[in-house]
């Protein structure tokens, strides 16, 4: 084998490296994209359900100064609203978190 048919091969080896690397990189960067957008969204419904913890104090605390009774208070429609919206917050962070550890697994 001459060498130039020895530098052709170690180009085309070469090249095939790169292209194996290139995508390597591209693939960890989508990757990392899609694990901040999770994080981005984690962050959203940990505000938002901080919002719905507050809510629910100040509405009950508020039904407590009105002279409300406890029973009263736990079975209000609009605390008993906001506990389910807060219920459905909790599983679908569940979920982001479930789905986060699979692609952290993955790397």
Do not use: C, P
Request: proline fraction near 0%; avoid cysteine; aromatic fraction near 2%.
């Amino acid at each position: 084998m001459g060498l130039l048919q020895r530098l052709k091969d170690d180009l085309r080896s070469g090249l095939a490296t790169l292209r194996l690397g290139t995508a390597h990189a591209a693939g960890r960067a989508l990757e990392e994209t899609e694990l901040l957008r999770m994080r981005l969204e984690m962050r959203k419904l940990d505000q938002r359900l901080s919002d719905l913890y507050k809510d629910v104090g100040e509405r009950s605390l508020d039904m407590k100064e009105r002279g409300e009774t406890a029973e009263r208070i736990l079975f209000d429609a609009e605390i008993n609203r906001l506990v389910e919206e807060m219920q459905t917050l909790k599983e679908s962070r569940k979920n982001l978190e479930t789905e986060m550890d699979e692609i952290r697994s993955e790397q």
